[in-house]
């Protein structure tokens, strides 16, 4: 597994989506805090695949792993600008499938969540329902 601090990887992604998108980010939960954007990491988990091949004890050490994200556009009252900006978000994610965090590599994938996944993520999290980006960063 990396040794790199989460805190680097996030970093990488709120540093590219703020030179690509032109606008502020942050990393938080939607509603405690204030940026165009938000970036919302809501699950962390190692591959599993990995675990299955080589061990539990071997695996922990070597096993990459994922950070789930969701990109909301902030508390803007113009819903079209909110958009705009997650399409600029969108665009960003397409055009950067790798991040340079510190010496290592981090790849940016864009995701597709169900209309079900996404109500039963929001009720769980008392997150207010919201039109948003799925990414995942996959970190070895």
């Known amino acids: 597994m990396s ?6 990887v996030l970093d990488a992604l709120r540093t590219m989506l703020v030179q690509a998108t032109e ?3 942050a990393i938080g939960r939607p509603g405690a805090v204030d940026a165009a954007l938000i970036v919302w990491p809501y699950r962390l988990e190692e591959d599993a695949a990995h675990h ?11 096993a990459p792993w994922h950070v789930h994200l969701l990109v909301f556009a902030g508390d803007d009252d113009d819903a079209t600008t909110a958009l705009d900006a997650l399409q600029r978000a969108r665009r960003a994610a397409y055009a950067h499938g790798m991040l340079q965090a510190g010496d290592e590599m981090v790849q940016l994938v864009l995701r597709h969540l169900t209309l079900g996944e996404l109500v039963a993520l929001f009720s769980v999290t008392g997150v207010p329902m919201a039109p948003c980006l799925a990414l995942e960063l996959v970190v070895s």
Do not use: E, H, I, N
């Not at 040794?3 to 680097?8: A, D, E, G, I, N």
């Not at 299955?52 to 070597?62: P, T």
């Open 23 to 25: 606008t502020t980010v």
């Open 3 to 8: 040794t790199r601090p989460m805190s680097q």
């Open 52 to 62: 299955a091949m080589k061990g539990r004890s071997a695996a922990s050490d070597s």
